[in-house]
């Protein structure tokens, strides 16, 4: 049995189309909706990574300052370092109050002194000996010219001790050598001479025997007398270092 169909084709088409319309309503609705919750989505993201960068940049600032100053640091310890390096250089590393002690306790009443001499020397420098020279004075600070050619020398070095002078006798010169030796103060003792010699003597009388002295003068009457004495000159080192 065939149907038969009363509804008109114009009707049919604008149900399709109405069918039509409404899918495609709700597609765009759906892609709206999508799009709309894309947008807050992106939106979220966009506000996170602001965020984010602008901790970033307060860290780049923060970071840039701390560079800048860890900089300056840096500077200013290697400046410190250049000027503890030099004056480990100058520093002689030497107490010299406390060798002069030692010497005064070593040496003996009968034995005075005309020269002492602390005279820095790198290890590598030859030792030589200087001329004996002798003063009215019982110790002389030694005094040297500084030229281009003869700088003082820094850095490591060990200090030469140089003791010149007069003993009533030739044992009291063995005697302060071999006390030297004992001594922790010093070391490589070497006697560099001891002769003998003699020196004049002059003794003083009151002024009232002055018309009495052809010899006197301003109150002071002059004798002459000879006595026998050793001259010498000892060279050693000082015992603070050891080589490695």
Not at 175 to 192: A, H
Request: aromatic share 8%; with cysteine.
């Amino acid at each position: 049995m065939k149907e038969i169909d009363f509804l008109p084709e114009w009707y049919k088409s604008g149900q399709r189309r109405r069918i039509s319309y409404r899918t495609q309503y709700i597609a765009l609705c759906g892609v709206f909706l999508g799009m709309v919750a894309w947008n807050f989505v992106a939106t979220h993201s966009i506000s996170k990574a602001r965020a984010q960068f602008g901790q970033m940049s307060t860290r780049q600032t923060e970071a840039e300052m701390l560079s800048s100053e860890l900089a300056e640091l840096i500077s200013e310890m290697k400046g410190l370092e250049k000027k503890t390096q030099s004056i480990d250089e100058i520093v002689s590393k030497i107490d010299v109050a406390s060798v002069l002690a030692e010497m005064s306790f070593l040496i003996d009443k009968r034995i005075v002194l005309s020269k002492v001499a602390l005279v820095a020397e790198r290890f590598e420098e030859k030792q030589q000996a200087r001329p004996s020279t002798h003063s009215g004075t019982v110790v002389r600070a030694v005094r040297t010219n500084l030229s281009a050619e003869h700088e003082q020398p820094l850095g490591d070095v060990r200090f030469r001790v140089t003791i010149g002078g007069v003993a009533a006798d030739a044992s009291d010169v063995a005697s302060l050598i071999c006390k030297l030796e004992d001594s922790t103060y010093f070391c490589q003792v070497v006697p560099l001479f001891s002769r003998a010699a003699e020196i004049n003597t002059v003794s003083s009388t009151p002024s009232d025997l002055r018309r009495k002295s052809p010899n006197v003068r301003g109150g002071i009457s002059e004798t002459g007398g000879n006595i026998r004495i050793s001259e010498f000159e000892i060279s050693c080192y000082l015992a603070n270092y050891r080589e490695q």
